[in-house]
């Protein structure tokens, strides 16, 4: 003869309450992550959505070079289907955190005058604000920004390196 499903639950429900009494009688304090020089510091668990939707941990916050992502092609601002989809499914992980808000960087390679450049990455930056936008988060917590080809962050003498500087990096500051 099988249990009957209400039996097992009944006779799990007391054995659940006292182990939830038992976890909360515990003490000892949640790990944590610091937030950076002079910052309070903010339970790890806070940021292991950030770590799974490939964010880094540095200085500054938590940092996505969407480079892989966005890939941008000479001289363009257009995201293709692929890096939009993928963009939309951070937008969204990002609206359920409920972060504080989000830095939105642009970069360009060197290749243009500087004023073009500045313009471009400008433009890129945009491209992903408006991504994230669609995916529901409020246009009070994106701060976007272009800058040129000033912050290379490989060489710009190869086909490579100059698509590497092609990018958008998204920042989410360590919250206090």
């Known amino acids: 003869m099988k249990p009957r499903p209400e039996l097992r639950l009944r006779t799990l429900r007391p054995l659940g309450a006292a182990l939830l009494l038992a976890l909360g009688a515990c003490s000892t304090p949640l790990p ?3 937030t950076g020089a ?3 510091l903010a339970p790890v668990e ?3 959505p950030l770590r799974q939707l490939g964010f880094q941990r540095t200085e500054e916050g938590w940092l996505l070079d969407l480079g892989a992502q966005s890939q941008f092609e000479f001289g363009s601002d257009s995201l293709g289907s692929e890096a939009m989809i993928k ?3 951070i937008g969204r992980a990002l609206v359920r955190l409920e972060f504080a808000h989000c830095r939105i960087e642009g970069h360009a390679d060197e ?3 500087e004023a073009f450049n500045q313009q471009l990455s400008e433009r890129r930056a945009q491209a992903v604000a408006r991504v ?3 995916a529901g988060l409020p246009p009070e917590r994106l701060q976007v920004q272009g ?3 000033r912050r290379p962050i490989a060489s710009n003498q190869t086909d ?4 590497q500087n092609r990018r958008v990096v998204l920042i989410v500051p360590a919250a206090g």
Not at 160 to 163: L, M, Q
């Open 87 to 89: 963009l939309h499914r």
């Open 32 to 34: 944590t992550e610091p």
């Open 132 to 134: 994230l936008l669609a």
């Open 147 to 149: 800058f040129g080809k």
């Open 38 to 40: 002079g910052l309070p």
């Open 111 to 113: 290749i243009g005058s």
């Open 160 to 163: 490579a390196g100059r698509a």
């Open 46 to 48: 806070v940021y292991e």
